[in-house]
């Protein structure tokens, strides 16, 4: 089978001995900043864990100021071109030679959001959400999900019990979860975006910032649950 182009960010893990390939897939739906260094680094570390990461630009190369609401309408609404990219890539994943055929997906910030949608939609083996926004249906829409992982900061003023309100909804859905609140942690604290931006005064202002032990922890804890729920043999 010949591999079908792959549009977006791509990192491909370098194959090793114990890990030489075909590898499982995963979606990065990335943050309101767009695409940039951070999400690539992102991209890079699962790829370097043995994953095979695929980042659409959901702007199309377009300026985040341009495209920020109407990608936010989307999510909102649950439909649009975002979410048909995010569905190509899994599907561009999923055909491809160097991948298993188990794609999961994550997600930060707006990225979250989407991941936390796609949990409950078919195809996925996994989802990773990442301080997403959490709908008042969350039940509803985690109802015979796929596993989830999720990471919140507990001085995220944006997102006020979130990390309760999925825990709640897994519980009563019997999905597979791993939900953890970081309470020192403001939002954003795995992009090092925040850390490294002229901006960082005003955005730790506003509750957003990069913590360097709740980000070392929340991608341990990635990692094992997608080892587990993405390298598990059989089909997706």
């Known amino acids: 089978m010949t591999a079908p182009a792959l549009d977006g960010y791509l990192a491909v893990p370098v194959p090793t001995s114990d890990r030489p390939g075909p590898w ?21 570390w699962l790829a370097a864990a043995g994953y095979v990461v695929l980042m659409p630009d959901l ?3 377009r300026s985040a100021v341009r495209c920020l609401k109407g990608t936010f309408a989307q999510l909102a609404q649950r439909h649009g071109p975002a979410f048909d990219q995010l569905e190509a890539a899994r599907t561009a994943l999923a055909d491809d ?3 298993t055929g188990r794609v999961g997906v994550i997600g930060y910030c707006m990225g979250g959001g989407f991941a936390l949608l796609l949990a409950g ?15 008042d249906d969350v039940a509803d829409v985690l109802a015979g999900a796929c596993p989830v992982v999720a990471s ?3 001085k ?7 990390a309760a309100k999925v825990q709640a909804a897994v519980d009563a859905a019997g999905v597979a979860a791993d939900v953890h609140e970081y309470p020192q942690a403001r939002h954003g604290f795995l992009n090092r975006l ?3 931006s002229p901006l960082s005064p005003l955005l730790k ?19 094992a649950f997608f080892d587990t729920h993405l390298r598990a043999p059989g089909p997706a």
């Open 24 to 44: 499982p897939g995963v979606v990065l739906v990335h943050d309101a900043f767009g695409p940039g260094d951070d999400m690539h680094e992102q991209a890079d």
């Open 59 to 61: 702007y199309r190369g």
């Open 97 to 99: 030679d160097r991948c």
């Open 121 to 135: 939609r078919p195809g996925w083996s996994a989802s990773a959400v990442n301080y997403g926004q959490v709908p």
């Open 152 to 154: 919140f900061g507990g």
């Open 156 to 162: 995220d003023a944006s997102l006020p019990g979130a």
């Open 194 to 196: 925040t850390a490294a």
């Open 205 to 223: 202002v506003a509750g957003v910032g990069y913590d360097h032990d709740a980000a070392a922890d929340a991608k341990r804890r990635i990692l």
